[in-house]
């Protein structure tokens, strides 16, 4: 290859790679929980102390979470608090500054996870359990709330949440023609002990 060929490449290569380059630091603004997943379902993997510098590798397609990796730990966190450098100035990834920069966009998936996470303790749950969201006690951690709606105009909503090591859970589905069920029950998380109730009405 003769070198204005190279020279050619050269320019060519820089001019795909200098975005991405140009994305890769990334400050936090404030204390924020790096996160197993693009959600505050997932699991804590660290706190990041505010104004510290990250490492960025890109967002999910929504520009909503960011792919970040801070002291050895790599995770999400949400796009609210992470600035980026765009034309000599600080920004705050948003969508229209998610493309401005260049950043690429991340798939989140269980390669991700297995990658990452396998020294942790609730790495063996894996991330279906926490994007499904769940009820009750997990830990120390509090359940989600989950709704479905039917395609007849049935739905389902079931919540959870917990206290001092007590959880408690609700679901409660209703038919198309109006007929409920319900269902809500208590546990203690040290005992394993819980206590049903079930309730039905046409």
Partial sequence: MNRNAIFASLVVLTAFASPAQAAN???ITTD???RAGPSTQYPV???IPGSSSVRIYGCNSSASWCDI???GHRGWASANYIAVSSGGTAVIVTPTAF???GLPVVTYNQ???NTHYKSYSWYGSGPNYYSRGRAGCVG???GARQTATGAYGGSAA???GCYNGKCAGTKRVTGPAGRTYRKSGGCNANTGNCRIRRSYRR
């Fill in 25 to 27: 630091s990334a400050t």
């Fill in 111 to 113: 390669v991700y996870w």
């Fill in 69 to 71: 990796s801070y002291s």
């Fill in 140 to 142: 120390s951690a509090c």
């Fill in 45 to 47: 993997v660290t706190t």
């Fill in 158 to 160: 079931r919540s959870g």
């Fill in 32 to 34: 924020l929980n790096l």
């Fill in 99 to 101: 493309r401005a920069v």
